[in-house]
Structure formats: structure tokens, C-alpha cells
Nanobody
């Protein structure tokens, strides 16, 4: 059983940066992947980025490639999402999720399929104003 708590959200101007954190507690050995997802009002939840917590491979949605970076601190059982050059389109509630990958994903689409994730945090709001 894993519990996840996100933090670091806030309001920034276009072009600004934020770093989100996801602290994990409990039994983490059953999970080998941590994903970041977001959902804006009236829109479907979408995958943003993921990291294989065992091997360190990272995956990014096309919309954030080159602007966002996901990383982990194994000693702190924490994953991060560094968000740079933020745009109004990035405004959403951001969630982290823990899941299990049985094979190495070939791309971000494969790594961010929601059915792979069974534990979710409560979310942290990110608002980007123009």
C-alpha cells in the first residue's frame, strides 16, 4: 500500500517555472513507475510524464517535451516534475500516480496508460496566466 502526496503547485505568469513534488510512503516495492497526469476543467485527464523508478528511464508527452523534466530522489522516496516555460495551456490539476510496468515501454503513450496506475495522489493546482 502506497500513499502519495503532491505539492509545489501555484500560480505563475507565462514563461515561468514550477517544481512539483510527489512524496511516497508505505510499501513502495510493488511499484516500478511513477507518472504525472493533469486534468483541466471540462477536459479529459492526460498523461504528462513518467519515470521508471527502477531504471530511471523517462517519458514525456509531446506537449511538454523539452519544457518539463521528471526526476527522482530514491533516498527521499520522492519524484519531481520540473516545469519550465509554462504556458496557459498547462493550467490544470496535476496528479502523481504509482503503477507497475511489466515490460519496458517503447514510448510515452505506452508508459502513460492510466490503467497501469492504481495509486493516485490528491493533486496540486497549477495556474498559468497570460
Amino acid at each position: 500500500q502506497v500513499q502519495l502526496v503532491e505539492s509545489g503547485g501555484g500560480s505563475v505568469q507565462t514563461g515561468g517555472s514550477l517544481r512539483l513534488s510527489c512524496a511516497a510512503s508505505g510499501y513502495t516495492y510493488s511499484s516500478n513507475c511513477m507518472g504525472w497526469f493533469r486534468q483541466a476543467p471540462g477536459k479529459e485527464r492526460e498523461g504528462v510524464a513518467a519515470i521508471d523508478t527502477r531504471g530511471g528511464l523517462t517519458y514525456y508527452a509531446d506537449s511538454v517535451e523539452g519544457r518539463f523534466a521528471v526526476s527522482q530522489d530514491r533516498a527521499k522516496n520522492t519524484v519531481y516534475l520540473q516545469m519550465n516555460n509554462l504556458e496557459p495551456e498547462d493550467t490544470a490539476m496535476y496528479y502523481c500516480a504509482a503503477g507497475v510496468l511489466f515490460i519496458t515501454p517503447r514510448d510515452a503513450l505506452s508508459a502513460l496508460r492510466e490503467h497501469l496506475y492504481n495509486t493516485w495522489g490528491q493533486g496540486t493546482q497549477v495556474t498559468v496566466s497570460s
